[in-house]
Antibody, heavy 123, light 108 residues
Framework: EVQLVESGGGLVQPGGSLRLSCDAS????????MHWVRQAPGKGLEYVSG????????NYANSVKGRFSISREKSKSTVYLQMGGLRLEDTAVYFC????????????????WGRGTLVSVSS | DIQMTQSPSSLSASVGDRVTITCQAS??????LNWYQQKPGKVPKLLIY???NLATGVPSRFSGSGSGTQFTFTISSLQPEDFAVYYC??????????FGGGTKVEIK
């Protein structure tokens, strides 16, 4: 089955760290760029970060730049989001999403989404 | 960053109605505009990519048009399963993709 499964969410204090994982299966992981998109409770979708198919290029939303880091591991078909310096406003469901384009650039879209993992930042 | 403005933020419509949602970009994004549907408690689903291309398995009652900074998403005949929130998303990047605020389509 073609799917993405996120894990690693939980409750963390402001300033804390968390690493999210997204396990891919059912498709050739190395052929797709991968992304993280988040959704705060009752709010809309917000792009977080992306990584090209070979891991050579990454991008970040301004709201997380310098605090979050995306990576991928081909042997495990897994993409990670290392989150640090967490803030209250980072509270959200974090979705992993697949983009059929290998590169990060114009024309990308998200054709497969995971069910998400909830990150709650609270003291 | 490119800002995406969707309108309306919500609308009420009846089954069978024609529904139109607009999305305006803060700068020219050429043809790099996608649309997603999200039902309550569910994962977003890609409906249309590159302005007007239907994603696999998406019914033909959904369509998209536009170019540059003005884009339109249409449901030709609203069905009960179409009540959801719809998001536009620009993929011209500069520096990253961004989503519109969403349009909630409710039952009248």
């Amino acid at each position: 089955e073609v799917q993405l499964v996120e894990s690693g969410g939980g409750l963390v204090q402001p300033g804390g760290s968390l690493r999210l994982s997204c396990d891919a299966s059912g498709f050739v992981f190395s052929s797709f760029s991968m992304h993280w998109v988040r959704q705060a409770p009752g709010k809309g979708l917000e792009y977080v970060s992306g990584i090209s198919s070979n891991g050579g290029t990454t991008n970040y939303a301004n709201s997380v730049k310098g605090r979050f880091s995306i990576s991928r591991e081909k042997s495990k078909s897994t993409v990670y989001l290392q989150m640090g310096g967490l803030r209250l406003e980072d509270t959200a469901v974090y979705f992993c999403a697949r983009d059929p384009h290998r590169l990060l650039g114009p024309g990308g879209y998200f054709d497969l989404w995971g069910r998400g993992t909830l990150v709650s930042v609270s003291s | 960053d490119i800002q995406m403005t969707q309108s309306p933020s919500s609308l009420s419509a009846s089954v069978g109605d024609r529904v139109t949602i607009t999305c305006q970009a803060s700068q020219d994004i050429f043809k790099y505009l996608n649309w997603y549907q999200q039902k309550p408690g569910k994962v977003p689903k890609l409906l249309i990519y590159d302005v007007s291309n239907l994603a696999t398995g998406v019914p033909s009652r959904f369509s998209g048009s536009g170019s540059g900074t003005q884009f339109t998403f249409t449901i030709s005949s609203l069905q009960p399963e179409d009540f959801a929130v719809y998001y536009c998303q620009q993929s011209d990047n500069l520096p990253t993709p961004t989503f519109g605020g969403g349009t909630k389509v409710e039952i009248k």
